[in-house]
């Protein structure tokens, strides 16, 4: 059974920061590509970022310079830390990974809401 639990989101005010966390079981985060979405109000899922097997990075345009997606392969944990955080980053985040059309998983969901 896997599982993917994101920790919990929270208020912040614009430029500050703040990490999140995806706990994953079932499954090992360092074979397996992990990404980070989030969904804003009335907007689609958007990728924010995701971490390859090989380590290799990838972020939306919108958040480049800003957000930086890691992994702890003892912990068995994948992380995205937001810096500089702006209103427009509000939004619920999930934890993503996909194995095959048959095994597609997603985390609860976490809100993260940015004030000006």
């Known amino acids: 059974q896997v599982q993917l639990v994101e920790s919990e989101g929270g208020l912040v005010q614009a430029g500050e920061s703040l990490r999140l966390s995806c706990a994953a079981s079932?499954?090992?985060?360092?074979?397996?590509?992990m990404t980070w979405y989030r969904q804003a109000p009335g907007k689609q899922r958007e990728l924010v970022a995701e971490?390859?097997?090989?380590?290799?990075?990838n972020y939306a345009d919108s958040v480049k310079g800003r957000f930086t997606i890691s992994r702890d392969n003892a912990k068995n944990t994948v992380y995205l830390e937001m810096n500089s955080l702006k209103p427009e980053d509000t939004a619920v985040y999930y934890c993503?990974?996909?194995?095959?059309?048959?095994?597609?998983?997603w985390g609860q969901g976490t809100q993260v809401t940015v004030s000006s």
């Open positions: 971490i390859t097997r090989s380590g290799f990075t």
């Open positions: 079932g499954i090992i985060v360092s074979i397996y590509t």
């Open positions: 993503h990974t996909f194995l095959s059309l048959s095994r597609d998983y």
